[in-house]
């Protein structure tokens, strides 16, 4: 069993577009976080949900919207699509105690044409 | 600013040990320090972490310097899927919650059959 799934694994938009990313992980983690890799590789995190609430918000544009429905899901709503934003964006999840370990899924490629 | 240094490229043949050293000299004393991999086309995959003491788990071996200023992440016995860009990255305590990974550029491992 996945233990952190994203969907899809792939998408592939035109400039301008609104689209979601979903997460979900099934660790019974009650804190998940969003992370864009960008082309030259490099890791940074946007966002941190803790039980539904969120923690850490970095310096992203508010298109990006993330969305917790519940403790298991952490969803990214992006809109009005840049060609900036093409990148791999990676769910993850950890319990909720000091440093404990993060659990990354394979990611989303998201390539904006 | 990931606040560690790591040799950019390592190569190790198959079934050698394997010594990824990584300087971390502003470390402060409630930092810890978290080693992942990245696989090609993969999330990011935890390996260990540690604080002052050496750590073993099933994966690696973690031995912290004295001064806590270094610290080198240790493979017993390389196999051709350990090829990845490992990264050592310096957490501050984090308390019940949401941390953050400062990834830098990592130590790209190559393994040679």
């Known amino acids: 069993d996945t233990a952190v799934s994203q969907t899809p694994k792939y998408l592939v938009t035109q400039m301008g577009n609104d689209k979601s990313i979903k997460c979900e992980q099934n660790l019974g983690h009650d804190t998940m976080y969003w992370y864009k890799q960008d082309s030259k590789k490099f890791l940074k995190i946007m966002f941190s949900y803790n039980n539904k609430e969120l923690i850490i918000n970095e310096t992203v544009p508010n298109r990006f919207s993330p969305k917790s429905p519940d403790k298991a899901h952490l969803n990214l709503h992006i809109n009005s699509l840049e060609l900036g934003d093409s990148a791999v964006y990676f769910c993850a999840s950890s319990r909720n105690r000091a440093n404990q370990p993060q659990h990354f899924g394979d990611g989303t490629r998201l390539s904006i044409l | 600013d990931a606040k560690t240094t790591q040799p950019n490229s390592m190569e190790s043949n198959e079934e050698e040990p394997v010594h990824l050293p990584c300087n971390h000299s502003t470390i402060s004393g409630t930092d810890y320090i978290h080693w992942y991999r990245q696989l090609p086309s993969q999330g990011p995959e935890y390996v260990i972490h540690?604080?002052?003491s050496n750590v073993n788990n099933r994966m690696a071996s973690l031995a912290i310097a004295e001064d806590r200023k270094s610290s080198t992440l240790i493979l017993h016995r390389a196999t051709l899927r350990d090829a990845a860009v490992y990264y050592c990255i310096r957490t501050p305590y984090s308390g019940a919650g949401s941390y953050q990974l400062t990834f830098g550029k990592g130590t790209k491992l190559s393994v040679i059959p």
């Open positions: 540690g604080l002052t």
